[in-house]
Each structure stands twice: as structure tokens, then as C-alpha cells.
């Protein structure tokens, strides 16, 4: 989508706050021994609080209203029996749609109490970091591939890899749709760049060794190969002249 028109922002930041709004209270209602079904009934009841509908469902019958991955599961995990466990490392992803607008965000938490694990703590505080860099390539005129280049030489510096088939991509009208496959690691030949108002997401895939997402068997959730931790962080921006604007704020 490119934005236009004021009333298309408005509309894009109603439905990007809501479903922050939903990620912050699904994190801080988190607790051992709830299940991940119980986590995104929280999701499902907040999104309907507002009137926004699971974009997963509606797009893609999902069989879920939010993704919830656990420990070895990446993305796409279906909610369900899975009971959270001191420790958990649990993503979070959470895109809706109201009004005709969309909005897509993300993010990996670690349960507490889980022990002292400082990879882990240190994993998810540069994975956070990575998605803050990638945003800082977005804006008119630049390269799309800037945003992987950057991403890929902070990941890099600090002896981490990248899952390298989870790509960025446009949203607004849709929850997926063009730019496709913007590269969240260092890709050659892409040639596209940014223009003014395009809204895309910024979410890159950091692990401690992790290279691929491959299916898990249920037809939905996505495990790292080979295995090894990953988190995601992920906001969906729109591009200005002066950089990118973040859509999907708490508020």
C-alpha cells in the first residue's frame, strides 16, 4: 500500500495501535502454566474489544486469531494444549484488520522466573536492536535492500545468523502484498527502492545459528534449521522523506 491521503494514515494507525495494544497485554498476561490457547483467547478478546478481526484467520484460515511460537517453534505457531513454562522463549505475533486497514507486529519474550540464560537475554535484546536498524534504512528514494544489508552487518559483528526464507513484505489493504520478499539479511540484485508512502513491515528473524524456517509437520508452524533459538521483532512503518514512521505503537 502507499499512503496518500491523511485519512489512510489515520486509518493505518487506529488498526497499528490496536494491534500493539493487543502484543503489549498478551505479553504481560503471560504466566507458567497457561496455555497457548489461553494466551490468544486474551488476543482474540482484545481485537474484538475494537472491532478488528484476525488477519490471519480471514486471510489465510488460520487456525488461530495470533501466532504463538514457543522454544523450538519460530513462527506460525498454532495455539492450542501447549502449556508455557518457566524460561519459555515465546513469540508474539499479532496483525488485524479494521476499517479496511492492516497492521502486522511482533515480538519474542522470555517467561520469567526461567534461570539465569544470558545468550537468550542478550539474543532478544539485539534481536530488538536488529529491527531498530532495519528501520533506520526506510525512507524515500533508498534501497530496499538496504534494510537486509544493515540488519546483516550488525547480525554479523556479533555472531549471529539470520533466517534467510522469513521475509519482510508490504501491508495496508492486505497482509501480504507488494513489496514481496523484502530481504531482513544481505541479498544481491535487488534493485527496488523505497517510495514515498509505502508501508511495509520491518521484522528480521535473529538466531544462534539458525540459517532456514521449515515446516514442523502440522502445516503451519516453522522451526529453525538447523535448530537453534530465534527471535522476531517486527513493526510495520511507513516510509516518509524523513525516515520511517512507526505504525504500530502502544497508545
Same mark, same amino acid.
Request: hydrophobic content about 40%.
Given at each position: 500500500m502507499t499512503v496518500t491521503r491523511q485519512q489512510e494514515l489515520d486509518g493505518l494507525r487506529a488498526i497499528g495501535?490496536?494491534?500493539a495494544n493487543t502484543l503489549q497485554a498478551m505479553a504481560g498476561a503471560m504466566e507458567p502454566?497457561?496455555?497457548? +490457547?489461553?494466551?490468544?483467547?486474551i488476543g482474540r478478546a482484545l481485537l474484538d474489544r475494537e472491532g478488528a478481526i484476525p488477519a490471519p484467520e480471514t486471510s489465510y484460515g488460520f487456525p488461530g486469531a495470533t501466532c504463538i511460537s514457543v522454544n523450538e517453534?519460530?513462527? *506460525?505457531?498454532?495455539?492450542?494444549?501447549?502449556?508455557?513454562?518457566?524460561?519459555?522463549?515465546? &513469540?508474539? $505475533?499479532?496483525?488485524?484488520?479494521?476499517?479496511?486497514?492492516?497492521a502486522d507486529t511482533g515480538a519474542s519474550f522470555r517467561l520469567r522466573p526461567g534461570g539465569d540464560a544470558p545468550a537468550l537475554d542478550r539474543l532478544c535484546r539485539d534481536g530488538r536492536k536488529a529491527m531498530q536498524i532495519g528501520i533506520?534504512?526506510?525512507?524515500?528514494?533508498?534501497?530496499?535492500?538496504?534494510?537486509?544489508?544493515?540488519?546483516?552487518?550488525?547480525?554479523?559483528?556479533?555472531?549471529?545468523?539470520?533466517?534467510? &526464507?522469513?521475509?519482510? *513484505?508490504?501491508?495496508? +489493504?492486505?497482509?501480504?502484498?507488494?513489496?514481496?520478499?523484502?530481504?531482513?539479511?544481505?541479498?544481491?540484485? $535487488?534493485r527496488r527502492r523505497i517510495h514515498r508512502g509505502l508501508v511495509l513491515t520491518v521484522e528480521p528473524f535473529l538466531s544462534l545459528g539458525g540459517r532456514q524456517a521449515v515446516e514442523g509437520g502440522d502445516g503451519w508452524t516453522l522451526r529453525s534449521d538447523p535448530p537453534a533459538p530465534v527471535v522476531q521483532y517486527e513493526h510495520t512503518v511507513v516510509a516518509t522523506d524523513r525516515g520511517a514512521v512507526i505504525l504500530t505503537l502502544p497508545g
Amino acid at each position: 500500500m502507499t499512503v496518500t491521503r491523511q485519512q489512510e494514515l489515520d486509518g493505518l494507525r487506529a488498526i497499528g495501535r490496536i494491534v500493539a495494544n493487543t502484543l503489549q497485554a498478551m505479553a504481560g498476561a503471560m504466566e507458567p502454566g497457561m496455555t497457548t +490457547r489461553e494466551l490468544d483467547a486474551i488476543g482474540r478478546a482484545l481485537l474484538d474489544r475494537e472491532g478488528a478481526i484476525p488477519a490471519p484467520e480471514t486471510s489465510y484460515g488460520f487456525p488461530g486469531a495470533t501466532c504463538i511460537s514457543v522454544n523450538e517453534e519460530i513462527a *506460525h505457531g498454532i495455539p492450542g494444549a501447549r502449556v508455557l513454562a518457566p524460561g519459555d522463549l515465546v &513469540n508474539i $505475533d499479532v496483525s488485524a484488520h479494521r476499517d479496511g486497514f492492516y497492521a502486522d507486529t511482533g515480538a519474542s519474550f522470555r517467561l520469567r522466573p526461567g534461570g539465569d540464560a544470558p545468550a537468550l537475554d542478550r539474543l532478544c535484546r539485539d534481536g530488538r536492536k536488529a529491527m531498530q536498524i532495519g528501520i533506520a534504512q526506510v525512507g524515500s528514494d533508498r534501497p530496499l535492500a538496504g534494510i537486509g544489508q544493515a540488519i546483516g552487518r550488525f547480525a554479523s559483528a556479533r555472531g549471529y545468523t539470520l533466517i534467510r &526464507n522469513l521475509a519482510s *513484505h508490504g501491508v495496508g +489493504r492486505a497482509l501480504h502484498e507488494p513489496p514481496e520478499t523484502v530481504a531482513t539479511w544481505p541479498s544481491r540484485g $535487488d534493485r527496488r527502492r523505497i517510495h514515498r508512502g509505502l508501508v511495509l513491515t520491518v521484522e528480521p528473524f535473529l538466531s544462534l545459528g539458525g540459517r532456514q524456517a521449515v515446516e514442523g509437520g502440522d502445516g503451519w508452524t516453522l522451526r529453525s534449521d538447523p535448530p537453534a533459538p530465534v527471535v522476531q521483532y517486527e513493526h510495520t512503518v511507513v516510509a516518509t522523506d524523513r525516515g520511517a514512521v512507526i505504525l504500530t505503537l502502544p497508545g
